[in-house]
């Protein structure tokens, strides 16, 4: 079973990678121009925490959660995708 966490670490993280295919210039443009148009409408880590925090309030469910650790993105060279 997928907890909180590690469903929003991989939300976030997915959005990290698409960060690094859109600014390795060692990537085809094509594929850069792809992450591009995806990360346009990608939610933020901002986005995330807040639809964390309003689930928690509204719902009292936890599907993700607002507790984000910066150590999720140590591994993107380009960090987390902030919009």
Same mark, same amino acid.
């Given at each position: 079973? $997928? ?22 210039? $060692? ?8 992450? =591009?148009?995806?990360?346009? =409408? ?14 928690? =309030? $509204? ?5 993700? $959660? ?14 987390? =995708?902030?919009?």
């Amino acid at each position: 079973m $997928t907890t909180p966490d590690e469903r929003t670490r991989n939300l976030l993280q997915a959005g990290a990678f698409l960060k690094e295919l859109q600014e390795d210039k $060692t990537v085809p443009e094509e594929v850069r121009q792809e992450a =591009h148009r995806l990360l346009r =409408h990608y939610p933020t880590v901002y986005e995330v925490r807040m639809l964390a925090e309003l689930e928690k =309030h $509204t719902t009292g469910a936890f599907y993700l $959660t607002p507790n984000i650790e910066k150590g999720w993105f140590s591994l993107y060279r380009f960090g987390a =995708h902030t919009g």
